[in-house]
């Protein structure tokens, strides 16, 4: 089942369907907070059944590539930062989920787990300080926030979300030996990597979508049912749990709760 219902209703939703022996595809952010978070992945293994955050990013064939290139072939050396913005300009509804603090709308846990789950994939979810400012407006609920992360790898990110106002969609890795940009990292359609010396671009690299960049998540999910698994490796329930964690100390750090918490 894909439960792609507002926030405050996962829990319900994928409980439901947990104790039914339903397996689930389940939207980000995966919870409200990480209680939330901790009594699905719980009960998903408890009963043995399959579940997983749709953060659709981490199955796509680029950003794959790009774990590889960084993590392993260190094509970069080490990262020491990494800028990752999801900042828009949108022209919504007053109506709209996004501005109903009661349907917990909000930039962070609908952009904001975007560049935090991007971090956490390439720098580990394990961050040893974090801090986080946000503005409050349509609605009540926050419009933007700017998150600081320190994560045990030594490695910081800097991450912005927004969605009343005009930026970039980009993420910018920043390593010792260079440094990599992809352009819309959500859905990059290339990534371009700097030599540290001159400046100039050495090397693109491109993967086209088979269709149009959802489609792997949906294959994760059928590959791991079909193999026994009751978790994805590349998007574990203990990682999804940790995000909703770290959403939770930013939100703490600019004092915004929702009414029903």
Not at 163 to 189: H, S, Y
Not at 229 to 238: A, C, K, T, Y
């Amino acid at each position: 089942v894909y439960i792609a219902t507002p926030h405050r209703f996962h829990l319900e939703n994928a409980l439901l369907c947990i104790r039914s022996g339903r397996a689930i595809l389940c939207e980000k952010a995966f919870t409200v907070n990480g209680d939330e978070a901790e009594k699905i992945a719980q009960e998903a293994k408890a009963c043995g059944v399959f579940a997983m955050e749709a953060f659709w990013p981490r199955f796509q064939p680029l950003n794959r590539l790009l774990k590889k290139l960084i993590c392993e072939q260190k094509i970069i050396g080490d990262v020491r930062m990494l800028q990752v913005d999801f900042d828009k300009l949108e022209d919504w509804p007053d109506e709209h989920p996004i501005y109903n603090p009661e349907l917990a709308g909000g930039t962070t846990l609908d952009l904001g787990i975007y560049t935090m789950s991007y971090a956490a994939y390439f720098l580990g979810a394990d961050v040893r300080d974090i801090h986080a400012v946000a503005t409050i407006g349509k609605g009540g609920v926050d419009d933007q926030c700017a998150i600081i992360a320190a994560h045990q790898s030594g490695a910081l990110s800097v991450q912005t979300a927004a969605f009343q106002t005009d930026g970039r969609r980009e993420a910018l890795f920043l390593g010792t030996r260079g440094r990599i940009r992809v352009p819309d990292f959500f859905k990059p359609p290339y990534l371009e990597i700097v030599d540290e010396k001159s400046g100039d671009t050495r090397r693109v690299e491109r993967e086209p979508f088979l269709y149009n960049g959802y489609e792997y998540e949906a294959i994760e999910v059928m590959d791991c049912i079909r193999a026994g698994e009751s978790q994805s490796r590349i998007m574990p329930l203990d990682e999804s749990v940790a995000l909703m964690r770290l959403l939770d100390r930013c939100r703490a750090d600019f004092g915004f709760r929702y009414p029903f918490e």
